[in-house]
């Protein structure tokens, strides 16, 4: 059983930063794609950042900068950094693994939900103007 677990949401102030964390049970992450989505109020869920098993990353075309998503393989862990946030990035925000193992898929593919088997919970980050 693959459990996902993050942290680090919360409120925050605009221009501030946050970094979410994910963490795995079941499920040695070093050897998976992993995301993160957001979904916000009365709005769909959008893709924000993934990255794949070789440590290569993308990135949502709406974010010019102050994202980075990152791994910790020796913590079993899977961060996003986000800075100069604004209201819009108040969000739920989700991490999310691929079910594949090794996948050697487009990193386009990692941009969308159905590429993903395993969904935490999620974190609620609110930012106040």
């Known amino acids: 059983q693959v459990q996902l677990v993050e942290s680090g949401g919360g409120l925050v102030q605009a221009g501030g930063s946050l970094r979410l964390s994910c963490a795995a049970s079941?499920?040695?992450?070093?050897?998976?794609?992993m995301g993160w989505f957001r979904q916000a109020p009365g709005k769909e869920r959008e893709f924000v950042a993934a990255?794949?098993?070789?440590?290569?990353?993308t990135y949502t075309d709406s974010v010019k900068d102050g994202i980075n998503i990152s791994r910790d393989n020796t913590k079993n862990t899977v961060s996003l950094q986000v800075d100069s946030l604004n209201a819009e990035d108040t969000a739920v925000y989700f991490c999310?693994?691929?079910?594949?193992?090794?996948?050697?898929?487009?990193?386009?593919?990692?941009?969308?939900?159905?590429?993903?088997?395993?969904w935490g919970q999620g974190t609620q980050v609110t930012v106040s103007s």
């Open positions: 999310t693994a691929h079910n594949t193992r090794y996948y050697n898929g487009s990193l386009t593919s990692l941009r969308f939900g159905d590429a993903y088997a395993y």
């Open positions: 990255i794949n098993w070789k440590g290569t990353t």
């Open positions: 079941g499920r040695t992450l070093s050897s998976y794609a």
